[in-house]
């Protein structure tokens, strides 16, 4: 029921528009957003049409799970995004965990841990910028992180998992075996046709994250026709309705990307079509 209110909400606002601009459907048009993170690239295509000032910055009420289930894909969105963006299978995935006797007190303390364990890689690596995104998972009896970082010695990262006296006897004293805070587990960063994308879900949904050096934000754009292709209501309608057609176009558009999928969303009313296109960087060229 709640979702009907809402569609009828919709209907009654689009209604209302219509009659505020009766050239409404004829100023209709297509825009394009891509969004570059790595080699991930995101096409997106969707409807505009012209409003009059009383009808801009309007917002529809929203239920509040429907509210905080928009905000966590946001979140997931972002955060793939800008995982994408900075790493590579260069870096490194790692877990870090705490023997009972180094447990942080607490989620802030166990915050302020890691973040000295970062500064501490910088300084071993002080020729590289180090990057990390990380999370901290504290729930009382346990602590844990894991940490996407661009540094690929895991022998090295694993080992600088301890306190600062710790790694000032392993400097004065050679072959000094350090006591860790925990059991530590690193692997190569392996990524798929979607880049690093699960990993940022998986993230997401075990904690919070938080970032550690000048991460670069992906390159969005916006435009009004697409690599120079006019954005018709035909051609749009044509790749919304043939999966094959659309990837013909993506391929025809971006030849030097792997299609990799198409969602297509339609409004209910102005039966326009909300397109969302995932593909890949392979090569330089088409060829």
């Known amino acids: 029921m709640r979702g009907s209110r809402l569609y009828e909400k919709e209907r009654d606002s689009l209604m209302e528009l219509i009659e505020q601009n009766a050239d409404w459907h004829s100023k209709k048009e297509y825009n394009a957003k891509t969004i570059q993170s790595g080699d991930q690239l995101e096409v997106q295509l969707y409807e505009t049409w012209p409003t009059n000032a009383a009808n801009k910055g309007k917002a529809e009420n929203i239920s509040r799970p429907a509210q905080q289930k928009l905000n966590r894909k946001y979140k997931q969105q972002r955060l793939a995004r800008l995982i994408n963006a900075n790493f590579t299978e260069r870096g490194t995935w790692l877990t870090l965990t705490y023997t009972q006797a180094n447990l942080p007190g607490d989620e802030q303390e166990a915050k302020k841990l890691v973040y000295n364990y970062l500064r501490s890689v910088q300084r071993k690596f002080k020729d590289t910028e180090?990057?990390?995104?990380?999370?901290?998972?504290h729930t009382g009896k346990h602590c844990h992180h894991h940490i996407s970082i661009n540094i690929?010695?895991?022998?090295?990262?694993?080992?600088?998992?301890?306190?600062?006296?710790?790694r000032a006897r392993k400097r004065k004293k050679s072959g000094y075996i350090v006591k860790r805070y925990g059991r530590t587990h690193a692997r190569r960063l392996q990524a798929d046709d979607f880049g690093f994308t699960g990993m940022a879900m998986y993230i997401c949904k075990h904690g919070r994250y938080?970032?550690?050096g000048k991460l670069a934000e992906p390159v969005e754009k916006k435009t009004k026709n697409l690599k120079g292709r006019k954005l018709t209501r035909a051609f749009v309608k044509r790749i919304a309705e043939d999966r094959r057609a659309a990837k013909l176009e993506m391929q025809k558009l971006f030849p030097e990307y792997q299609f990799n999928d198409i969602d297509v969303r339609q409004t209910p009313y102005t039966r326009g079509y909300y397109v969302y296109a995932r593909l890949k960087y392979i090569s330089d060229s088409g060829g």
């Open 130 to 137: 180090v990057k990390a995104v990380y999370t901290v998972e």
């Open 152 to 166: 690929g010695d895991r022998d090295v990262l694993e080992e600088l998992w301890c306190s600062a006296s710790e």
């Open 210 to 212: 938080h970032t550690f």
